[in-house]
């Protein structure tokens, strides 16, 4: 059966007084290496029906993977009689209305491992030019490609299909000292020049070569797009309405409601996210598997749009589901599977921010990156894969790691340059996350709190 | 002692496992295994005390993994016949044999004898036996307790985890296992003034079913009767000045610093560099093996796959071997690493000491972690003991923040609670604290360790390494243990503030 006859004969079936049926397949392929070989690799395939099943308003959702025909009108009826036993859930809401869209009949779309085929003998060759050039190759590359098919016992009838790639490249001196990291973001590894990577990472392994120890302290710091990301998307994940209006965030206001009109930042940036955005692209509908804090069933088809999260240095919106929307009176604003951030016109590029540094940190990457308070939104972890000593205009060293104590929003009001925003692969949760469009950040006196051994 | 489900049994197991270990020796594989795996997962939320989200979802599928011309191949697939078994073999030898132009390193494996046999974990009740509203009803009873006692919100909720696998390999192994766990946590939390603030249960995942909240293996009306109290005490307390001082650290909150210290850095795929670009590797490199004083004399840490309820325990691995419980720290001195069979044979070690794993029938077996524990003293303290030898210091409970760097050796970690000693005794609680140190300094700073009676098993069911990611279910052993000379930040200050 293909996955639009799986979502209409569960949703034929009798029982529920309404239902969301949800199909998703997945193919992915991957590749793992390390020390100038493969190590890992593999092909998979995935499919699974979630029904979601209204009785009242009591819901019940089960989701079962690899459904053959003559199991979906068991997973309905598991959802059925889980609906019926269920207390009224407080995010209930009609549901959301519609039709079939113009691509529904369309088939899945899938990966394989020949969306390698270029990728693979490039690797080669760079694993060659790395052996020659005394470097050892560490990394992985994926590409996943989910298809979802939504569809509401209200008529809507929505499907996305989703490609996800990256690479993470990580060069190490042989005695395993030196280390650089690069990565890449991809919807199809088309745009990837392993090549030229491989040549940013032997350039970085030669700053390395030079070693400056630096003491804890605040220090004048460049955060590259990537460590940007990093610091971003956990704000964002962090951004849920209900738990700011709650008074358990950082977004929340002392003595109730929450910081949305705030001034966060001095500097006119702008955080949002945009389905449409070019290069990184995302579904343009929420889809919930189940509900929680930030995501409601009821919400599944929900047109999406550009969301600002942070206007001009402003907070302007916070995690939504239409319920909690109500519950906040804020606007209906879900979230959405990209992040954008970006300053005024103008902004410099990363290279042209070092030149214009007395005397700095260059950061590669954050690593290990967790709360520590919620109510400031500390964050602790560490830098990783290359801390360099700006000087004059030019990286003159390379320097220790540090454990890192900061919280995004404050450094958001501190922050003195925003640089020109680019497409970038996160370091630490590129496992989630991988869209996005950052921009390099000087920050005048990030907290590093201690010297980490690590290299 | 609890049977397999027949349901799962009633899968074509063997004639899916006989259809991809026959396709693969004929396209040349010099090895092959089969592995089935069904993995059911029901999650219950609520927030003061109403449900607000519940999630029940399997995983079904397969996967052949094969060693051709010396490199790994892999293929999972979802339907179960015997046809599709032995395409998605092919599929895997296909995938080695393209990938073995990057291979420079042959892959053997250490030796394994045959076995076949059924193993169940240890529980009395599976939870997808009780009804969902009875779940509901308790979690929402325990919540209530807490709102009535005056917390502002109470959030609540339920992990089950029921794990069955079937493997079969060219060696002739045949194994069927069956694993069940839950985990059950409520956080109260709480305003005052500005302040906002919240407590976690202490209660550990566990390998059991039901009855983990029916009052076998811990006591959850007890530990929630004290919750309410305890937070209005810590949303009181003073600030923490920074400075060194000695710790006495509960098993609730020492476990993560185990699983983070030394589970993680003796993992010999680490130490070998197989996770350089993600997870990282290990300062204990295998040179030091024998030699590298990790710890002071009194710690003696095991890897143990065969733990009563413990969240790694199996009966074997993903590799065929059998559970094992094994040395990793003697007397201070790293003594042993985790393996699976590459390698052990990679590295001279002999037979794997069974750590391999895989999440989910999508997924390779990686090197995971066993259930690594620190020995208590035999006739040792008990807390209070160990906090009568404190004049300045402080007492630790329960986990929370955590994070440490790719080579092992920086932490930072913060707990649900904190309490001032003095001179002995404690002298309530303190706020905005956090422990930092370096793995050996930490531990070589350790002079006393607890006694059995302070003995519990920690753990958690999400420890993630790999890439694709991976999780994994694993438990910590620990007594309370002694510190002496730590460095303590206190977190606003750490902010700025």
């Known amino acids: ?64 993977a690899g459904v053959t025909p003559d199991q979906i009108a068991d997973v309905v009826a598991a959802a059925d009689r889980a609906a019926r036993d269920a207390q009224p859930s407080e995010d209930a809401r009609p549901l959301v209305a519609g ?131 990093d610091l971003m998307i956990y704000l964002y994940w962090s951004a849920g309405a209900r738990d700011a209006f709650d008074g358990r965030t950082v977004f929340a206001k002392p ?100 030149a214009a540094t007395e005397r700095g940190l260059l950061l590669t990457c954050l690593w290990y990156i967790r709360e520590v308070d919620p109510q400031t939104l500390l964050l602790t972890g560490l830098t990783r894969d290359g801390v360099y000593l700006v000087e004059n205009g030019e990286v003159t060293a390379e320097v220790n790691n540090f454990r890192f104590n900061e919280s995004p929003v404050d450094l958001l009001g501190r922050v003195t340059e925003v640089g020109a925003a680019s497409q970038t692969l996160p370091r630490e949760w590129n496992d989630y996350f991988t869209r996005t469009i950052m921009p390099p950040l000087r920050v005048p006196d990030f907290n590093m709190s201690t010297v980490s051994q690590a290299n | 002692m609890r049977q397999i489900d027949p349901d799962f049994l009633a899968l074509p197991l063997r004639r899916l496992a006989d259809a991809a270990l026959q396709r693969a020796r004929e396209l040349g594989a010099e090895f092959a295994a089969f592995r089935l795996e069904r993995v059911r997962a029901e999650t219950l939320r609520l927030f003061d005390a109403r449900l607000e989200g519940s999630s029940d979802a399997d995983d079904l599928g397969f996967a052949v993994r094969v060693v051709k011309n010396g490199t790994w191949g892999f293929a999972g697939g979802i339907t179960l016949t015997p046809e599709a078994a032995a395409e998605v073999a092919a599929q895997a030898v296909q995938v080695a044999e393209v990938s073995a132009p990057l291979n420079r390193e042959p892959v053997e494996l250490a030796a394994e004898p045959v076995h076949e046999g059924v193993w169940v974990s240890l529980y009395d009740v599976d939870p997808f036996d009780v009804p969902l509203r009875d779940k509901v009803a308790l979690l929402g009873d325990w919540s209530a307790g807490l709102l009535a006692k005056g917390v502002d919100h109470v959030s609540a909720s339920l992990m089950q985890v029921k794990e069955q696998k079937f493997y079969a390999d060219s060696a002739g192994t045949v194994t069927t296992q069956q694993r069940v766990r839950v985990h059950p946590s409520l956080t109260a939390m709480k305003s005052e003034g500005a302040l906002f603030d919240d407590m976690r249960t202490l209660a550990p995942p566990v390998g059991r079913g039901y009855e983990y909240l029916t009052g076998t293996g811990w006591d959850f009306p007890a530990e929630l009767a004290e919750i309410p109290d305890l937070l209005a ?141 620190l020995q208590p003293a035999e006739g040792g303290p008990s807390a209070e003991e160990l906090i009568a030898g404190v004049d300045d210091g402080i007492y630790v409970l329960g986990d929370k923040s ?96």
């Open chain 1, 1 to 64: 059966m293909t996955p639009q006859e799986v979502v209409e004969r569960a949703l034929a079936l009798p029982g529920a007084d309404d239902r969301v049926v949800i199909v998703d397949e997945d193919t992915t392929a991957n590749l793992r290496f390390a020390g100038n070989t493969l190590t890992t690799n593999g092909v998979a395939r995935g499919s699974r029906l979630t029904v979601v099943s209204i009785a009242g308003s009591g819901t019940g959702v089960v989701s079962r």
């Open chain 1, 99 to 229: 039709e079939a869209a113009a691509d529904w009949d369309r088939p899945a779309e899938e990966t394989s491992i020949a969306v390698f085929r270029d990728l693979a003998p490039a690797l080669g060759e760079a694993f060659a030019t790395a052996e020659a050039g005394g470097r050892r190759l560490y990394g992985f590359a994926e590409h996943l490609v989910n298809s979802v098919f939504v569809g509401t016992s209200t008529g809507l009838r929505r499907r996305h299909d989703q490609p996800t790639g990256r690479l993470e490249l990580n060069a190490k001196s042989p005695d395993m000292t030196r280390s650089a990291w690069v990565g890449a973001a991809t919807r199809d590894f088309t745009d990837v020049d392993v090549a030229a990577l491989d040549a940013t990472l032997a350039q970085r392994l030669e700053w390395a070569k030079r070693r400056v120890d630096l003491a804890p302290g605040r220090y004048e710091t460049l955060l590259p797009p990537g460590a940007v990301a």
């Open chain 1, 255 to 354: 003595g109730g409601g929450t910081r949305v009109g705030e001034e966060l930042a001095k500097l006119p940036i702008d955080l949002y996210s945009d389905p449409g955005r070019a290069g990184v692209e995302c579904g343009g509908f929420t889809v919930a598997h189940a509900s929680s804090r930030e995501s409601s069933v009821f919400d599944n088809g929900f047109t999406l749009g550009p969301t600002k999260w942070i206007a001009d240095g402003r907070l302007a919106n916070l995690i939504q589901t239409r319920h909690s929307a109500e519950v906040t009176g804020l606007a209906e604003t879900p979230a959405i599977d990209n992040l954008i951030m970006e300053g005024p016109a103008g902004g410099k590029s990363l290279e042209e921010m070092i």
């Open chain 2, 233 to 373: 005490e810590k949303l009181a307390a003073p600030s923490v000045k920074a400075g060194d001082y000695d710790l006495v650290i509960d098993p609730s909150n020492l476990w993560l610093t185990i699983h983070e210290s030394i589970g993680h850095a003796t993992e010999l795929d680490r130490a070998l560099g197989y996770e350089a670009a993600y997870a990282g590797t290990s300062f204990a490199t295998f040179d030091q093996l024998g030699e590298l004083t990790y710890g002071s004399p009194i710690m003696n840490v095991t890897g143990d796959r065969t733990a009563d309820h413990g969240l790694a325990t199996v009966g074997w691995d993903d590799e065929g071997v059998q559970g094992q419980r094994f040395d990793i720290v003697r007397d201070g001195t790293l003594v042993g690493y985790q393996l699976d069979r590459r390698m052990a044979l990679l590295k001279g070690l002999g037979r794997s000491n069974g750590c391999a794993f895989a999440d989910s029938p999508g997924h390779t077996p990686i090197q995971r972690m066993a259930n690594v524990s």
């Open chain 2, 402 to 497: 955590w994070s440490i760097d790719m080579q092992r050796y920086n932490f930072q970690f913060t707990g649900q609670r904190f309490y001032k000693i003095e001179n002995g005794r404690l002298a309530g609680q303190l706020r905005d604290v956090a422990y930092q140190a370096t793995t050996t300094d930490f531990w070589r700073s350790m002079d006393a360790v607890g006694g059995p009676q302070t003995y519990v098993l920690g753990g958690a069911f999400n420890c993630g390494k790999g890439q694709p990611g991976q999780v994994a279910p694993v438990s910590h052993g620990c007594p309370a243990a002694r510190f002496r000379g730590v460095k303590i930040l206190n977190t606003v200050q750490e902010g700025g503030k």
